[in-house]
T-cell receptor, first 110, second 117 residues
């Protein structure tokens, strides 16, 4: 079983739409959670950490549900520039093991 | 600007040759670096954790004699794909954590696309 699973998409949405991605993880000992963004043929970059209480950064909201072992990312008022692949990342063993989901592709269209 | 630099960005080689990929942290010391492999439309697969001054820790199923990792200094880790074959063709990417940075934030190199003919 994969450590981290995501719906690969693609999610095709119009500008201004709200879109949500979910991600599930298999190891209940997972300690930290993150969303990374990867543009085509580029390296991943940290979008935001995911805290137990949920957290928001502008148009982006991340939630963690430890009981069900999933995390989510909500993007409001989508922009064309939000088009990318969003990677769910789970950390084990206090920052020395990071596992990536396969990514969810988002296409925001005019 | 980039904080982790990876070189070369692209390499094409003949089957049977060895290829070395370098990963450098530019303005910080990295006692630990990570090497990933990514297939098209697939997730980054952790290959190994590179530890400065000691042996790398390989993930299950990754051949340590095939993928040699050396972390000789606090700013440089190298991955050598030995006796490369076409099935080794992939996108290899390194990352490092910067102490004092955001908790858990990984900085990635630009990646190296290996094509074995």
């Amino acid at each position: 079983r994969k450590e981290v699973e995501q719906d690969p998409g693609p999610f095709n949405v119009p500008e201004g739409a709200t879109v949500a991605f979910n991600c599930t993880y298999s190891n209940s000992a997972s300690q930290s959670f993150f969303w990374y963004r990867q543009d085509c043929r580029k390296e991943p970059k940290l979008l935001m950490s995911v805290y137990s209480s949920g957290n928001e950064d502008g148009r982006f909201t991340a939630q963690l549900n430890r009981a069900s072992q999933y995390i989510s990312l909500l993007i409001r008022d989508s922009k064309l520039s939000d088009s990318a692949t969003y990677l769910c990342v789970v950390n084990l063993y206090n920052f020395n093991k990071f596992y990536f989901g396969s990514g969810t592709k988002l296409n925001v269209k005019p | 600007g980039a904080v982790v630099s990876q070189h070369p960005s692209r390499v094409i080689c003949k089957s049977g040759t060895s290829v070395k990929i370098e990963c450098r942290s530019l303005d910080f010391q990295a006692t630990t670096m990570f090497w990933y492999r990514q297939f098209p439309k697939k997730s980054l697969m952790l290959m190994a954790t590179s530890n400065e001054g000691s042996k790398a820790t390989y993930e299950q199923g990754v051949e340590k004699d095939k993928f040699l990792i050396n972390h000789a200094s606090l700013t440089l880790s190298t991955l050598t794909v030995t006796s490369a074959h076409p099935e080794d063709s992939s996108f290899y990417i390194c990352s490092a954590r910067r102490q004092g940075g955001l908790a858990g934030e990984l900085f990635f190199g630009e990646g190296s696309r290996l094509t074995v003919l």
